[in-house]
């Protein structure tokens, strides 16, 4: 499956984006979904992560009750709605998917990988 992110750019403090990730070449259903991010000089870490159905999302402290991650099978995209963003939020964001198993936070675990969208906020 190919994976393409969109909907990065540069915001203020306290503003939202919503990210995309439209996937192509594979039966989309069948994959878990996750969002991972980058900062300069800092390891790839997870964000968020979605099931098959979208019945079922994880997410990483630092962005929980701030981020929504949802998607939509009929169309092959997965979201990450990003609200009330910080400076630290700065990122370059990520999309995977992983075939087998569960939502998972490690980023090893996903086969599937997007080119990246970047994220920067300005305080």
């Known amino acids: 499956v190919q994976l393409q992110a969109s909907g990065g750019g540069l915001v203020q403090a306290g503003a939202s984006l919503r990210l995309s990730c439209a996937a192509s070449?594979?039966?989309?259903?069948?994959?878990?979904m996750g969002w991972f991010r980058q900062a300069r000089g800092k390891e790839r870490e997870f964000v968020a992560g979605?099931?098959?159905?979208?019945?079922?999302?994880d997410y990483t402290d630092s962005v929980a009750g701030r981020f929504t991650i949802s998607r939509d099978n009929a169309k092959n995209t997965v979201y990450l709605q990003m609200n009330s963003l910080k400076p630290e939020d700065t990122a370059v964001y990520y999309c995977?998917?992983?075939?087998?198993?569960?939502?998972?936070?490690?980023?090893?675990?996903?086969?599937?990988w997007g080119q990246g969208t970047l994220v920067t906020v300005s305080s």
């Open positions: 979605i099931s098959r159905s979208g019945d079922s999302t």
């Open positions: 995977a998917a992983r075939l087998f198993g569960g939502i998972q936070s490690q980023q090893w675990s996903y086969r599937y």
């Open positions: 070449g594979g039966t989309f259903s069948t994959y878990v």
